[in-house]
């Protein structure tokens, strides 16, 4: 199937770390950590950038850049993507491992968690091979100090040989230390003695062999004991990495050839086959760290995750697992819905009080019709369409998502689905990119990256578009709000809810079932190996949640808006009201459309819109409602009330509602997607793929709904 | 103490036991050593799933869940 790494999106990510230095001064800092350790909130508050943080490994999937001056010195800090080792050989480590290793970074920090030192002490040590430019930051001290673990960080430091600062990046204590030890050990104020881990004799002398020879070919720019090591490992993706760095490969070199074939002699005679060298080596780190650990910290509290592992009982438990997970996506839905019918009829007001007050303004300047047309009927009313229809759902869904997330939940619904996944042939990380495709599904694209078989890679991309992203589901809230609550009195929220959530139960079965059917055919093959972390529960920051989510969520959809809906309203005015034959070309277009519609329980005008909506999803409804009102009944649109009396008006009925709904969870990805797609994959075929299957899923799907509903004669 | 070994996946969630070896090779056992799986390593099972697999083990201070397929290619003996 050609899944070379070129075509799976390794290519694209290798690519990313042009660092921009403004000039030769400036100090470049690495930050690398496990994943999960609070690295991207130490990012931020180093730099003030707003990187999206959330509790699950493999949040930072992609790097961020970002600046800080201390003591007068610009700072380019490099966020590396979370990897627990240097050494397994997944995309996100070769990348953290070549950035230390070549991008030359003046200063490496390492992020730690305070709460688990032992397993981040692994990566440290791992660093402090390839590098002695390093500042230890032992990060969560104070989630430490509240479960009674005791660091002696000075202690610490001294067994390291580098500076240890103890932060806690949320409240910004211990940053200024950590910029201090960092401005120190870059103009070399601080000299670093790394620990230097001795191997057993045996990988000693196989090192002695072959370490002079390297040096000499690497001309001592890399840490030469560190290259003997991986070499005899065997690391296939050093020696590439190497050759595209030094733009030679070192194996071409005669003498070190040679040397390298007696090292691994040696070992051999020795009984130490690639397995076992590699278990030698890992054991010592490993060991090392636990040693030091114990010298180092102070258990208080022996039963510090008591209460994790109780909640973490109930949350995963055979009977109420899956139901609290259904149940918190519902209670997340319901309000939602609840919450922004409010806010949205109080933009929709404002909104359509402005526009009266523009017609006003426009005619007495006395602008012509067509233009008023263009410009306050496509253009501005869709603006106010898609601001008030899709605003306060967006804006109030978004926060709680990202509350689950700060909490730790993520990791723990990848647990629960994936059996699932599994059964699918899937990968179980794929639960967490679908999480993502929540916000954005090209956000959940990108996230694919933390699987690292590309076949399960490319599954997880192309199903991620069924889950409905936030552009989707306020359609799908409307709709289902109008349609099927309709007339439920009191009940209208929770029918509401139970449909929307019923859409995404909907999208994930068709998640699974795509998947399976994908590893049947067109990407064979079989589960890879699974680990996942499931991180302490956290408490989350909701004060900064509400105000960082609800701006953000504000600004994005005010420029999507702005960049996306005005224009497109202005085309389908257009389209609207030029006429070629004396029919306008949008009715063209829908009767042209209008017998595929139909089969589909749509119509001409909706897949029209659709088609239209390609940019932006959530210009689908704005671009329907538009259509209808240009083709006559033109009216106010400020209740929701009004808009199903304008869809009823045009022939709609809960059948096409729950068509529109079942088209809108299946069809091709927004533009956005496309792209990113196109990014990630670096081929043409699979974002073609990743076109097509979401697309044919919903014309079998609602091609079945409507045909077996006509049938027995339900509407 | 029983001198038997298990697979890992056969431990029953609470009791702890003690790495012997790995049986897996190439990859998987590199990420099973990342993990810091290496021989006199304990593990505990600490929680399964709903539908019982994977299952999650507290590995050196961190909880990792794991299929039965890794899961079942690192022998244990029961403590």
């Known amino acids: ?715 | 103490m029983s001198k038997d070994l298990l697979p890992l996946h056969m431990l029953p969630i609470g009791s702890i036991g003690k790495v012997i070896n790995l049986t897996s090779m190439g990859n998987v056992r590199r990420r099973m050593l990342d993990l810091g799986l290496i021989p006199d390593t304990e593990v505990e099972a600490v929680v399964k799933s709903p539908s019982g697999d994977p299952v999650a083990y507290q590995i050196r201070g961190a909880v990792i869940a794991l299929r039965s397929e890794e899961a079942s290619k690192i022998l244990i003996e029961k403590i």
């Open chain 1, 1 to 715: 199937m050609g899944l070379t790494h070129q075509s799976t999106g390794v290519g694209i990510m290798k690519e990313m770390f042009q660092v921009k230095v403004e000039s030769a001064e400036d100090i470049i800092v690495a930050l690398a950590g496990n994943p999960n350790t609070g690295k991207s909130t130490v990012f931020n508050s180093l730099t003030g950038l707003k990187q999206h943080t959330g509790n699950w490994p493999g949040k930072t999937v992609a790097n961020a850049q970002g600046k800080f001056t201390h003591k007068n010195k610009n700072f380019i800090l490099v966020d590396l993507p979370g990897s627990y080792s240097l050494m397994s050989s997944s995309v996100e480590e070769e990348i953290a491992r070549d950035f230390i290793c070549f991008g030359r970074p003046n200063v490496t920090v390492v992020v730690t968690d305070a709460t688990c030192l032992e397993r981040n002490l692994n990566l440290v040590l791992q660093i402090l091979e390839i590098t002695s430019n390093v500042v230890v930051c032992v990060n969560l001290i104070d989630e430490a100090k509240r479960k009674g673990i005791q660091i002696e960080l000075n202690k610490l430091s001294g067994i390291l040989g580098v500076p240890v600062v103890g932060t806690n990046a949320r409240d910004g204590e211990g940053l200024k230390e950590l910029k201090n030890a960092v401005y120190a050990v870059a103009i070399g104020k601080v000299k670093t003695e790394p620990v230097k881990l001795c191997y057993d004799d045996i990988i000693e002398q196989a090192v002695k062999i072959l370490e002079p020879a390297v040096g000499r070919v690497v001309d001592n720019k890399i840490n030469s004991r560190w290259v003997a090591l991986k070499l005899i490992d065997g690391e296939k993706t050093i020696i590439d990495s190497l050759k595209k760095h030094l733009g030679f490969n070192i194996l071409e070199d005669d003498e070190l050839k040679e040397k390298l074939t007696d090292a691994k002699n040696l070992l051999t005679q020795n009984g130490l086959g690639p397995d076992g060298f590699r278990d030698r080596i890992v054991s010592k780190v490993i060991n090392f760290a636990e040693e030091t650990c114990k010298n180092i910290i102070n258990f208080n509290n022996k039963q510090h995750n008591a209460l994790d592992r109780k909640i973490d009982r109930i949350l995963t438990s055979r009977a109420l697992g899956i139901p609290i997970m259904i149940l918190l996506l519902g209670v997340v839905f319901w309000i939602t819905i609840q919450g922004a019918n409010y806010p949205s009829e109080l933009l929709a007001t404002g909104l359509f009080w402005i526009e009266e007050r523009m017609t006003d303004l426009f005619v007495s300047i006395g602008l012509p019709d067509w233009l008023l047309g263009i410009l306050v009927l496509g253009a501005y009313r869709t603006l106010a369409w898609v601001i008030s229809v899709m605003l306060p759902p967006m804006a109030i869904f978004f926060p709680l998502f990202t509350l689950l997330e700060d909490l730790g939940y993520l990791p723990r619904v990848a647990f629960n689905l994936d059996n699932f996944f599994k059964k699918a042939c899937a990968h179980g990380k794929q639960a967490l990119t679908m999480c993502m495709g929540f916000g954005c599904n090209a956000a959940g694209v990108i996230a694919c990256r933390i699987i690292d078989s590309p076949r399960e890679r490319l599954i997880a991309t192309i199903t991620n578009n069924f889950v409905p992203c936030n552009g989707r589901f306020p359609t799908l809230i409307a709709l289902a709000t109008i349609f099927i609550a309709g007339n439920t009195g009191p009940f209208k929220s929770i029918v509401a809810t139970l449909s929307v959530l019923g859409a995404i139960l909907l999208g994930v079965i068709i998640t699974l079932v795509v998947s399976r059917v994908l590893s049947q055919t067109i990407l064979k093959g079989l589960p890879s190996s699974f680990t996942l972390e499931l991180p302490p529960y956290r408490k989350p920051q909701i004060g900064r949640i509400l105000i960082r989510s609800l701006l953000d969520r504000t600004l994005f959809v005010l420029t999507r808006a702005v960049m996306v809906a005005a224009p497109a309203g202005l085309i389908i005015w257009l389209m609207a009201n030029l006429n070629i034959g004396g029919i306008s070309i949008l009715n063209h277009c829908a009767r042209l459309l209008n017998p595929i519609g139909c089969l589909l329980g749509l119509d001409g005008y909706i897949l029209i819109a659709f088609i239209l909506g390609f940019p932006a999803n959530e210009i689908v409804i704005p671009i329907i409602i538009m259509s209808y009102m240009a083709t006559g009944a033109i009216m106010e649109l400020d209740s929701l009330q009004a808009l199903r009396d304008l869809l009823v008006a045009n022939g709609w009925t809960w059948l096409t509602a729950v068509c529109t709904m079942l088209f809108s969870l299946n069809h091709f990805p927004c533009g956005t997607t496309m792209l990113t797609i196109r990014k990630e994959t670096q081929s043409n075929k699979w974002t073609w793929i990743s076109f097509i299957v979401p697309t044919v899923t919903g014309i079998i799907v609602c091609f079945t709904v409507a045909q077996t509903v006509r049938l027995l004669g339900l509407v």
